[in-house]
């Protein structure tokens, strides 16, 4: 009984599970976001809306940017995410005939360091940043984070970060250009366009740092930009730049500067004050420790001025949740791709007490790092404007993180923990190696902060113990909820979030920008980057794993709130004698209406392939029937399509739907179908936003789309149907005629 009892789930309630769905839909594929941006950097969409004055439509933005008109409906999709993440922004109304009403999009903070080709003073476009962040070899990294903590390493040799242990080569290093010429050059580029964002800023907003200053040395400064800004607002400093040979040597010879070719590591120059610019979050902690060392050799006494002025990430709460979320994301960044970290107060505290600093002062919080911020217009934008360019470029590292967690098994091991666990107590039922735990508390504290799972702090010992949240609970292993109703049986989500986040989802998203180009037949990104659509025969051909792990996570999601759906629209089944259950799997659903209405039949009509996989012993009232709803419905009183339509284009719909109204009687005789899916727009917040990426996943990998009430009406008029419902959030509508 007792083990019987270790795993059983408290049952989450229907708010809850509704959450629950929105949180896995956004979380497993936020990483959308990120490469929808992309995209539309590498389409050049911020820049040609800025030549165009401003404000474009699709159309015009299609033919700016010399885009097949086939697809500007696409296009349009692409923006509705994006508006919606608040990159860009619109005016007018969507699907407006009239040409005064049009919605036309606008650049706004974001979107405007994304411009390229502007020469004004503290503009630094940050395109770079966002293609050097969504690289495929970022990614690539990002998807391999299981294997690496697994990994261990001999007792004193150096911990080699993800993307080293995936590629062969450390970021930074004379090894990038040899694994990739063009990624290296990108990084750099990206690396110099964040570094020199919102120098004008730091120089007005922290003149006292400066003040009384002589002399300084600026680490790492490439090119010279920090270094000429502050000779430029402080003439009396004399100013030096340290970087690597290869660096200083493309630098450009201005007068007030001095370009000094070195190692960080091995000398500073001479100087009253050393400037670190967003340099030491890219090392660990005993490499900032020798580097700080080198820069106090370099300064004179603290009663002579000398003082090292150190630019960087503080993380913490302080600056609100949408900061601090960029602020973890800038961390995941660091752990997956160097082996630096971004710290917090203490951190810092402890690096400067080890290099032998006796104090240290914050002397000004401006933005997601102190002390700087960025550019005009305002304040506020600028913070939000940073805070932005962070999330949206790396927001696919909580997919990442998430699909890491759920790979190495940390729900299931939470829940038999008796569901809280410490950390220790993660690395050692995990089987990790011991030198990891600092980097899982780091992945730990993204994932909680994304409510996937919770942190409380014991009052007795102040140990740090994770548990489960409604959504990680769906990401448990052979559980099943204690005390349920058999229709709310725990469904297993941990298929959707591996499908949603696998390499062939993402490198069909990596290449949308592509795909936008092509004026060909229409095929979806994911069959363009592959061969194969993702839902036909042939996927199952090409990679098996795949289409396996496809047709669990669509299983698991048709699984999912089953209950939940029914109690809400009882009136939709009420007095219903026969349905069939287009697209039905194993039958679940319908065994869940017959047990739910005893006196409906229920047929469960699917392909071939997937009836003989049913289960052969089933409830009374339900039958297995092989075929294709494109060409046959048996008939029935009622048709129901749960989470079909999404993934099928309008005239499939169509087709479908036509097939189902031949099915059913009429509407005096109770004939209906019963649609069950989303309708974009019904909902706000957290619950728009993932369908919105949910729009997008269908957009990638299917011909299909997630539709709004209009274009639902517009599908059910096609189809011949004279009347529809809307019910409610859950079942989209009931058809009749």
């Keep these: ?17 509704l959450q629950a769905q929105a949180d896995l839909w956004r979380h497993s594929l936020y990483y959308l976001t990120s490469m929808g941006l992309r995209c539309a950097i590498k389409l050049g969409i911020p820049t040609a809306i800025h030549r165009l004055g401003g404000a474009a439509s699709v159309h015009d933005l299609i033919t700016k940017l010399s885009l097949p008109a086939g697809k500007e409906p696409f296009l349009r999709r692409l923006m509705r995410v994006l508006v919606t993440s608040g990159v860009f922004a619109a005016d007018g109304r969507p699907g407006a005939r009239s040409t005064v009403d049009v919605e036309r999009y606008r650049l706004t903070p974001l979107s405007r360091i994304l411009v390229d080709g502007v020469v004004a003073d503290e503009h630094h476009s940050q395109t770079s940043f966002v293609l050097a962040a969504t690289s495929r070899h970022y990614l690539e990294a990002s998807l391999g984070l299981d294997e690496w903590f697994r990994k261990d390493v001999p007792e004193g040799e150096p911990l080699p970060s993800p993307f080293e242990d995936v590629h062969g080569a450390a970021l930074f290093d004379e090894s990038t250009p040899l694994l990739d010429p063009e990624l ?3 990084v750099n580029e990206g690396l110099a366009a964040h570094d020199n964002l919102g120098i004008g800023t730091i120089l007005r907003e922290c003149r006292n740092l400066f003040r009384g200053v002589k002399s300084l040395t600026d680490c790492c400064g490439g090119d010279g930009t920090t270094a000429r800004a502050v000779v430029k607002a402080y003439p009396h400093i004399k100013c030096t730049v340290l970087d690597l040979p290869k660096v200083i040597d493309k630098a450009p010879k201005d007068d007030g500067v001095n370009y000094v070719a070195g190692d960080l590591f091995h000398t500073v120059p001479p100087s009253q004050a050393v400037m670190l610019k967003l340099v030491l979050h890219h090392w660990s902690d005993d490499d900032c420790v020798k580097i700080l060392a080198q820069c106090r050799k370099a300064i004179p006494s603290r009663e002579e001025g000398g003082k090292v002025i150190i630019i960087e990430i503080l993380v913490g709460p302080s600056l609100g949740p949408v900061m601090f979320e960029a602020q973890l994301m800038m961390d ?26 006796s104090d240290y002062k914050i002397v000004k919080m401006l933005g997601a790092r102190g002390p700087s911020h960025l550019i005009p217009p305002t304040d506020d934008e600028l913070l939000q404007a940073q805070a932005d360019l962070w999330r949206h470029s790396l927001s696919y590292l909580t997919p990442m993180a998430l699909r890491c967690a759920v790979k190495l098994g940390i729900p299931t091991a939470i829940h038999r923990a008796g569901g809280q666990s410490t950390l220790p107590d993660l690395i050692t039922s995990l089987s990790l190696p011991s030198s990891k735990l600092p980097f899982l508390r780091r992945l730990m504290r993204l994932l909680v902060n994304s409510d996937i799972f919770t942190l409380t702090t014991t009052t007795t010992t102040g140990v740090h113990v994770y548990g489960l949240t409604p959504l990680s609970l769906f990401l448990v292993d052979g559980a099943y ?23 062939h989802y993402v490198e069909a998203a990596l290449g949308l920008d592509d795909w936008f180009r092509a004026d060909d037949d229409y095929v979806s990104p994911f069959e363009a980057a592959h061969d194969a659509p993702l839902l036909h025969e042939t996927r199952a051909v090409a990679d098996a794993e795949l289409s396996a792990l496809v047709g669990e996570a669509l299983v698991a999601q048709n699984h999912m709130g089953i209950g939940l759906a029914l109690r809400e629209s009882r009136a939709v089944f009420e007095g219903m004698e026969s349905l069939v259950d287009c697209g039905g799997g194993d039958g679940a659903t319908a065994r869940a209406i017959v047990r739910a209405f005893p006196g409906i039949r229920c047929t469960v009509l699917d392909l071939p392939q997937v009836i003989d996989t049913a289960p052969k ?15 046959h419905v ?9 989470y079909v339509l999404s993934h099928w284009s309008d005239e499939e719909c169509v087709k479908i739907l036509t097939q189902c109204k031949k099915a059913i009687p009429s509407r005096e005789a109770g004939g209906k179908v019963i649609i069950k899916d989303v309708v ?18 269908m957009m990638v990998m299917t011909s299909g789309r997630e539709r709004d009430e209009q274009e639902w009406h517009e599908i059910f008029t096609n189809s011949g149907f004279s009347d529809y ?4 959030k859950l079942v989209s509508a009931a058809l009749s005629h």
Excluded: C, Y
Aim: proline share 3%; charged share 20%.
């Design 481 to 503: 909820f204690a005390d349920a109703d058999v229709d709310d049986g725990h469904t297993n989500q941990s298929a959707f979030v591996l499908a949603a986040t696998s390499p």
């Design 634 to 642: 048996p008939p029935a009183q009622a048709v129901l399509l749960k």
């Design 725 to 728: 419902k809307i019910m409610n």
């Design 1 to 17: 009984m007792a083990g019987h009892e270790a795993h059983t789930i408290e049952v989450p309630n229907d708010a809850e599970l």
């Design 617 to 631: 012993v089933t409830d009374a009232g339900v039958e297995f029937v092989a075929g294709d709803m494109f060409s």
């Design 680 to 697: 974009v727009g019904t909902s706000s917040g957290q619950m728009l936003e993932a369908e919105l990426l949910m729009d997008m996943a």
């Design 332 to 357: 995941m960044l660091m752990l997956v791709n160097t082996r630096g970290r971004q710290r917090d107060e203490s951190d810092w505290e402890n690096l400067f007490l080890k290099a032998g600093f």
């Design 184 to 186: 290296d050059a990108v």
